[in-house]
Structure formats: C-alpha cells, structure tokens
C-alpha cells in the first residue's frame, strides 16, 4: 500500500468504526484493555500535576474516552484531541465533556495554533499508523519547554496474534469466570459478545500498520527533536507494547 492510499485508507477505516463501534467501547472491555488504560491515565495525572493550568492534547484521540476521563479526574485540566478521522471526532463532541476541544487534524501536520502548547501530549495506540520521525517532530513542536510526552509504541517482536488470543480469551471466557467468582454481572456476558466487532476492526486496521522501529532508532528521533527519555513502562496491553515517557529539554 503506498503512502497516499495509506493516508486515504485510515481516515476511512477510523470512521466507519467510530459510527458502527462506538457503543461497542461502552461495552464490556477485555481486562489487559482496562488495566493499559489505568496505567496511560495515572501516568497523564501525575506529569500534569506539574504544571498550572495543565494542556493536555490526545494525538489521535479517536472518539475522546481518554480525554473525557481525564476531564472527569480534573477538570481543571484543559483537553484538546486531535483525529485524521472526521468520524471519530463526530462521535467525541457529541459524546464526550463539553469542556474538551477536539480538532480534525493530521498527527504529523500538527496545526500551527497548537504548536508549543501543550505540557503533555500523548499519542495512544496511533503511533504505530504514522510516520515516526514526522510525527515527533510535530509531537515536540506542540510541547512547551519543560513539556512531556507519553507515547505507546509497538515492540519490535510484537507478537500480534498472542493479542488477539489474549483478547478473545478475555470477551469469550473471562466474563463468565469473573461472573462465577463474583466479579462481574450478567449484563457483562451480555454484552460481551459485542466487543467481537471490535476486533474484527482490528484485524483491517492491523494491515495498516507500520512496521515497528526498534528502540535504539526511536531514542534518535526523539533527541534530534529535544527529547530525552526519562523513563518507560514495559509490558503492556498483552506484552505488545510499551511506554515512553520523555521530556522536552529545549
């Protein structure tokens, strides 16, 4: 697929998903999926209490779950999603806090009134659609001096169909063990079963994907464009993916 029909093929896929799928992600969530996102949350929480009058700005923030939460937090946060897809953003106003701004935007065209704005800017399972050494260099160009970045990103060995079973196994099964030990209720079986459609998204968007970068080639790309690493947190969502946490030095 080449890079003009890849630009076309996502915001497409992104909002056909967003009007079909949106209740769907109000549905029962596959565990390794809830624990990922209490993790990105915590983390966005804790950099933001650095600041006054924190900006905070999701680079593909589909239709706005992680802002919205975050407003709900604190609301004295003030949150900005950016999305390629018209959809998403659609689904975000109309769903989400009216207190968030969302923008239809390109993650690696950044508008320029965003640019050195944001004290975090986080970039959640979108990293891996994009070009990394575009996109960091918008993603450091709306930070502010001092600002961070949380960014998700593909291990080089990601093995992709460890998630999708992982996944499987958390809607098929894991709702009714959680259901016999008590941890769940019907309504969760129930509704389970819709987190499918899910993953059959995922499964057209995984060929959109772009091949992961290793380590050594993302600690480049951030210092030449003034970040540093300050530390990361390993593991995640089914041991497919990591996050970086770094800090605009200049």
């Given at each position: ?60 923030c ?23 897809a018209?959809?998403?953003?659609e ?7 009216p ?53 998700t990103?593909?291990?080089e ?23 016999i030990?008590g ?68």
């Open positions: 697929m080449t890079s003009t029909q890849l630009e076309t093929a996502l915001p497409l896929l992104f909002s056909q998903y967003a009007y079909n799928g949106y209740y769907t992600s109000k549905s029962y969530q596959p565990k390794f999926i809830r624990d990922f996102e209490q993790i990105i949350l915590g983390e966005i929480l804790a950099l933001s209490s650095n600041f006054y009058s924190p900006v905070i700005l999701d680079v593909g589909g239709t706005g779950t992680l802002l919205d939460k975050l407003k709900k937090q604190d609301e004295s946060l003030d949150c900005v999603g950016i999305d390629i018209k959809g998403m953003i689904i975000a106003k109309a769903t989400t806090h207190g968030i701004t969302y923008i239809v935007a390109d993650a690696e065209d950044i508008p320029e009134d965003l640019h050195n704005s944001a004290h975090v800017v986080v970039c959640k399972n979108s990293f891996y659609f994009l070009n990394p050494e575009r996109a960091i260099e918008q993603f450091s160009k709306a930070l502010v001096l001092g600002g961070h970045l949380a960014l990103v593909l291990y060995d990601s093995n992709m169909n460890r998630l999708y079973a992982q996944g499987l196994f958390d809607v098929l099964v894991r709702p009714f063990i959680e259901f030990q941890d769940s209720t019907a309504s969760n079986i129930l509704q389970a079963h819709t987190s499918l459609s899910t993953f059959r998204y995922e499964m057209k968007v995984r060929k959109l994907m772009r091949d992961p970068i290793s380590k050594d080639a993302l600690v480049s790309i951030l210092a030449n464009n003034a970040l540093q690493i300050e530390r990361t947190v390993d593991a995640l969502y089914a041991n497919t993916r990591y996050l970086v946490l770094a800090k605009k030095k200049r």
